[in-house]
Structure formats: C-alpha cells, structure tokens
C-alpha cells in the first residue's frame, strides 16, 4: 500500500499493534456482516425482479471474497509478529476492502430508494444501512475518521435516494438520516476520547504493575540476599513474611513454615527439625510473646542442637506485629576467640605468649604465696639454637621448639606455668618449697630439654641455661622479678651455658660491671686503644723463633690493663669481636713484613667470626692485600669449641682460606673434646697442646704419653707439634725428648709490642 504509518503508530507501536489487531479480532463478525451484505443485493432483485441488483450482487460477492481473503491471510500471518510497515499495509488493505463494501451497500440502498417502489426492498435497505452504520460506530471507535468514511458511504446514498424518491415521507426521513449520521459522528468521537483515556488508565495499570512486579521482585531479592534470618509477624503472631535465609539457618522447609502459621507451630517445626531444643523453642516463643505484649524489642543468643550460635532479635513493627532477625555469630565468635587466643598465645607452641604470662605473673605476685613456699622465675634460653635454624632450617627450628615446649609442660609440677617468650626463650612459673627445690627442678629441666630430638631424620641435640629468680626476695613486681631472672640467665650464659644460675645480688653487681666494660670496650675499640702484643713460638730443639702469637691486650685509661679473660668473652657476646678481629688481622700482617721473611706471624680467631665465613674471609684477604704479606706466613689459630659448631661450613671456609695459602693451627688441644678425628678431617698444618700439660711434664706420665702420642700422629698427617706454657729449661727437654718440634712460653720471651720486639733484635744483633 502506499503512504507511510502515521506519527502515531511510529511514536507507540504497541498501541498501534493492538488496533490493527482489533480489527480482524472479530472473525464471525466480519463473516456474517459480509455474508449480509451480499445477500443485500440478493434480496432486491428478487423482491423488485429490477436485473440491476444482479450486477450489484456480484459485485457484493467480488468485494466479499477480497475482504475474507484479508482476514484469512492476516489470522495465518500474525504468529510471525509485523513490522510498522507491514501493520500499515493490513491498516489500507482493511480500510479498502470496508470502504468498498460500505459503498457498495450505500449504492444500493440508492438504488433500492430511487428506482423501485417495492417497499421490502426499501425497509430491508435502510435495515442495513442503520445497523451496519451502528456496528461501524461500535466496532471502530477508536479510529473516527475511519468511522466517518464508512457512515458517509453507508448514509448519504440512503438519504440522497430518501430525498429523489416519490414519496414525500421519504424526504422527512433523509433528515432523520442526516442527523443519524451527525448524531454517530459524535458518539464516535465520545466513545474515541472514553477509549483513549480507558488506553491510557491501562497503559498506567501496567506500569504499575510492572512497577509492583519489579518492587516484589526487588524486595524477594533483597529478603532472600540478607545474611539475617527474617520472620515477619502480624499483631497475632501469625507469619507474613520470611526469607530463604531464615530457612537455611534453621533447617526448614518453604513448606514447614507456610504464610499464616502461627509461633506455636514454628516451634514445633524447630524441634521437629532438631535444629533448637525445646527449651530454646520455648524461650524463643517467650521473646516472641513478651515484645508484642509489651512493645519493646529484645534479643536473645541461643545454641543449636548443631552448635552454631545464633542472636535472635525481635523488634516491634508500626502496626504492632514483630519483626523477628537471625544472625549467625559462629563464625564470629569463633574468629573473636581466636583473635583472643592469638593475643594471649603463642602461635607456634600454643603456650602462653610473654603477655598473658606477664597478666598471670602480676596476679601471682599479687596474691602472694604460702608461707611454706616460695614462686619461683625461670628465665629459659637454649643454647646455639640459631645453629639449628642456619644449618637446618626454620621450619626444623620450629619443630624443635614445639618438641621443647611439650617437654617443658611434661617436667613442670602440676599448677606450674609454662610460656614462650620469644625466639628461643621461655618462661616458667613455679610453687617450690626452697632455691634448693628450684635448682632441682632446673636441672632436671636442663637434663630433659638435651635428651636427643629427630629433626627430618637427623637427631639434634640442645642444651638450655636457665636463670632462677624467687618471690619476693628477688623482685616484688613482675618487672623487679623478670629483670633478676634474666641476669641470673646472663650469668649462666657467661659461666659456660647449660646450667642453672639463682640470682643474687653479686649477679647484679657482676652485670653492672660487666655492662659498664661493654661501654669501655665499645669506646676503646672506636678510639684505637687495643694493641697487639708477640709472643715467640721458637724451634724447641735450635731456640730459633719460627713465628709470633700476636695476643690482642686493653690498656684501660683509668682502670689500668684488663685482661683478655675479661674482654674477649664481652666482644664475642656483642659481636664487637669481628670488628676486632679484622683490626688484628690487618695489623698483625702490617706488623710482620718488618720481620724476617721466615718468621711468620699467628692470629687468633674466634668462633664467633666463623658464623659470617664470607666475612671473615674477606677480612683475611684485606689484611693480606693491605700490607702484602705472602699468605704463607700468615697462621690461622681456631679452638675446638669452633669446630663442634658447624662442622661443614667451618670445613668450608678452612679450605677456601686454605687454597689461597693461609695455614691454620688447633689451639688448646686437650682442653675440649680432644677428638683425634679434628687431625684427620681439618686440614691443620699444626697443633698447639695446652699449657695444662706442660706444668706435670716432669712429673706426671700421663702428660708425657699423651703429648707423645699426639707428636706420632701429628707427625703422620704432616703436622707440627707446638706445647704452650714451656717455663723451665727442664721442661723443654722432655719435650724434645718426646718428639715436640716447637715451643712457646716464658722460657723463650713474654708476649711484648712490637716496639718492645725491635728494640730487643736491635740489641741482639749488636
């Protein structure tokens, strides 16, 4: 069809699809009317036998089967949907098929009218024409101008053929006709504005239905997404609402808790599904009962029959029912326990951390203790355990220290408590009768804590100092009494480890002291006041010195000079001896290119030193690259204490420093372990046997066939013998005797600077 949609159908195609739709929506309508109308035609020929009404019949029939043939083809292609054009198409065919059969039924009212005075045919006629035009009025209102075509096709032919026929009535009834057609134009135009408006109250029915649906769907959403459990009740306590939450939580089903059911019922559904007991049933039928008899809202926190917690809420709603909420706090609560537990203990032992132990320890002391006992402080500290957590790892160290601390709650009386301090300290609180008891007790401690562990297939053993503190002697105050139990452990730590100290105040006067010589040692090693000091180490048989023991000494600008015993243990324990070792060793090589090239010069290095190989390598090739000592007169001297360490890493570092030419000699043989497998496994080009020994050379055998002994051995592995302490011309003899190849004491010179050493060449060589 030509043309295009009017702006209206473009602007609400909905409303346009429906009016097109209206107009084949009545099939058996459209049928009949059509049928009728043919037979209109019909029925005039017959009555009046005029052969014109032949033709008009035919043309009826051709008009009807175009217009049946528009409804069949519309009906069989509307499940498909239409576009805005296509709906137009079907609007012009529709509106050409009825304007053709409006028109040919008016043609014939006409002719009816105009030339036969067969009265049938007229009142037939004008039968149809009025109630065709009615049906027109009713059935498309909504479209006037449609209307309107129609009624001018169906009545102006009528009462034109009203005013030309011979019967003057006949004219008085074409005016009725006039005003009928007046008369429908304004119905229709009343009925169109009465559709519109009923159109536009259902367009806005719709919305707010949809409005509603999308609302309930919303407020679904947002019931059934809420971490509460949601019941809503009317002033009857029946049920009105509630969400899949509070479903879920309590173990029902959508049909166990129907809209309408009241409390009672609800209860019995919890009990059923052994989700609450009857007595939390009961009392959460009470909170429900006395906050809507009373208008005021209450909370309750009831256990499951699974062990969940839950916090009922009730509140009361503005019509006077309740609103009743479920929280499940298990998760809460039981993250708030371990937040509390992590506060108070320690993650890896699960003892008490050092601030739950500090809460107890002030609660102790304060409550004071029988007057037939005493609380005793035990300040645990493992030794050498970081030389666990290095050479096997921290999760080996971890295990170790969850091993240790099962083994202290296993020795600790009943009563007693057991906490981790931190790292590798632990704390212990104590009733014991008498310090006698306490030493007991630590010792057994001490002895249980070394029994051998398995660490990842490998058994490790540790030993553990413990420093003893006793209520209220030694502290009144949590603080007063952790500050005497940790310098009763300094005190065992300085006396050898692996033993338990009481504290007394001759500790504290020993750590003042010693603290105070931290301080001077600290100033003297920043200020230059260390020196070194040579002693010889001379060919036992010739009295030739073969090389210097450079001897680190601290003169002390107002307390004089403090001996190594005292400062040495102090540098190792504050790590102030790498510095002063490095120092030594470049001093030491810038001191021996002024002697001799076939002397060579020993230096002593700690086992502290050793735990930073990279470190103290790096030392020895500065000192060596400094002074530009050959390598070879530079002689390493290490104790057996530093070889029990750390076997493997010590081996490594000896040989590293090896390859470069750096020789190395076993001091104080004899003292430790004494294990002849050090002579094998260490590449040492000499062993120096303890001073011990030569003071019973004379007179003790035993000495005698141990030094022996050793020299045979020595002598197998291409080793040097040197003994210490040589101060008589008769010990010097026996040595020789038992094989010895050096000797070193005050027989052959008293260590002395190097000043001291130049000036004694110089007159010797005068």
């Known amino acids: 069809m030509l043309g295009r949609p009017p702006s209206d159908a473009i602007a609400n195609p909905q409303a346009y699809r429906v009016l097109i739709d209206s107009l084949f929506s009545s099939p058996t309508t459209l049928v009949i009317g059509t049928i009728v109308g043919t037979l209109a035609p019909l029925f005039c020929w017959y009555a009046s036998e005029n052969e014109m009404f032949k033709w008009y019949t035919l043309a009826a029939a051709i008009v009807a089967v175009f217009r049946l043939s528009t409804l069949l083809r519309y009906r069989m292609a509307r499940s498909g949907g239409f576009s805005i054009s296509a709906l137009w198409s079907w609007d012009r065919e529709y509106f050409v098929g009825a304007t ?83 008369t429908n134009i304004s119905i229709v135009f009343s009925l169109n504005r009465n559709l519109l408006q009923l159109a536009a109250a259902m367009r806005r029915s719709e919305r707010l239905a949809a409005s509603l649906q999308h609302k309930n769907l919303t407020l679904d959403s947002a019931l059934n997404s809420m971490t509460h459990g949601l019941c809503l009740f009317g002033p009857d306590l029946k049920l009105e609402v509630s969400n899949t939450r509070f479903l879920e939580l309590y173990g029902l089903s959508a049909d166990d808790v129907p809209v309408g059911v009241g409390v009672d019922e609800i209860g019995a559904s919890l009990v059923h599904a052994q989700t609450l007991t009857p007595y939390s049933v009961a009392d959460l039928k009470d909170l429900c009962r006395r906050a809507a008899e009373s208008s005021q809202s209450g909370e309750r926190e009831m ?49 008490p951390n050092r601030f739950r132990f500090g809460e107890v320890l002030k609660a102790s002391l304060k409550a004071g203790v029988n007057t037939d006992g005493k609380l005793a402080l035990f300040y645990v500290d493992l030794d050498d355990f970081k030389v666990v957590n290095d050479s096997q790892g921290h999760e080996a160290g971890d295990h170790l220290l969850i091993k240790l601390a099962e083994r202290l709650l296993v020795v600790i009386p009943e009563g007693g408590l057991v906490g981790r301090f931190g790292g590798d300290e632990f704390l212990v609180l104590v009733n014991v009768a008498d310090e006698s008891i306490a030493l007991t007790l630590a010792q057994r401690v001490i002895a249980d804590l070394a029994e051998p562990i398995d660490l990842q297939g490998k058994m490790v053993s540790v030993t553990a100092s413990i420093g003893i503190a006793l209520a209220p002697e030694h502290g009144a105050e949590p603080s007063e009494l952790m500050r005497s139990a940790d310098m009763a452990l300094y005190s065992a730590k300085a006396g050898g480890r692996n033993m338990a100290i009481l504290y007394t105040p001759a500790i504290a006067d020993a750590l003042s002291h010693r603290r105070e010589l931290e301080t001077d040692l600290r100033e003297a090693t920043r200020t230059g006041r260390l020196f070194l000091n040579y002693q010889p ?29 005292d400062f040495i243990p102090i540098a190792e324990q504050t790590g102030l001896i790498v510095g002063m070792g490095a120092w030594a060793l470049r001093q030491a090589c810038a001191d ?78 004899g003292t430790g372990y004494s294990s002849l497998a050090y002579l094998a496994r260490y590449p040492f080009s000499k062993v120096k046997i303890d001073r011990t020994f030569a003071e019973h050379l004379t007179s003790d055998s035993p000495s005698r066939a141990i030094i022996e002994v050793v020299c045979q051995l020595a002598q197998k592995f291409g080793m040097r013998v040197v003994v210490e302490g040589i101060e008589t011309e008769a010990q010097r003899r026996v040595i020789v005797a038992l094989g010895v190849e050096q000797a070193q004491g005050w027989l052959f010179g008293r260590p002395q600077t190097l000043e001291a050493m130049t000036e004694a060449r110089s007159r010797d060589a005068a």
Not at 153 to 178: E, T
Not at 324 to 351: F, N, P, W, Y
Not at 646 to 661: C, K, N, P, V, Y
């Open 537 to 565: 180490i001379v060919d036992a048989r010739t009295n030739q010195v073969r090389s210097y023991e450079a001897l680190m000494r601290w003169h002390h600008p107002e307390k004089g000079p403090i001996s190594p015993v």
């Open 303 to 351: 256990l499951s029959e699974s062990g969940r917690t839950y916090v009922v809420t009730v509140e009361i709603t503005g019509d006077g029912g309740i609103l009743m909420l479920t929280e499940d706090v298990s998760a809460r609560k039981a993250a708030a326990a371990q937040i509390e537990r992590m506060a108070h203990c320690d993650t890896l032992t699960g003892l």
């Open 592 to 669: 021996a290119t002024t002697w001799p090239d076939k002397i060579s010069v020993a230096v002593n290095v700690s086992a502290f030193q050793f735990k930073t190989p990279s470190k103290l390598i790096d030392a020895v090739k500065d000192a060596l690259l400094i002074s530009g000592l050959s390598p070879e007169r530079l002689e390493l001297e290490v104790t057996e204490s530093l070889l029990i360490a750390d076997q493997e890493r010590t081996l490594e570092a000896i040989r590293t420093l090896r390859r470069l030419g750096v020789r190395f000699s076993l001091d104080d043989f």
């Open 100 to 182: 053709l059969f409006s028109l040919l039924i008016g043609t014939v009212s006409f002719a009816a009218l105009a030339f036969t005075h067969n009265v049938p045919s007229h009142i037939m006629m004008i039968g149809i024409v009025i109630s065709f035009s009615s049906g027109y009025v009713a059935r498309n209102a909504g479209r006037p101008r449609f209307v309107i075509v129609q009624l001018i096709c169906f009545c102006a032919p009528m009462a034109a053929g009203l005013l030309v026929s011979s019967d003057r009535f006949y004219s008085v009834i074409a005016l009725y006709i006039v005003l009928f057609i007046l």
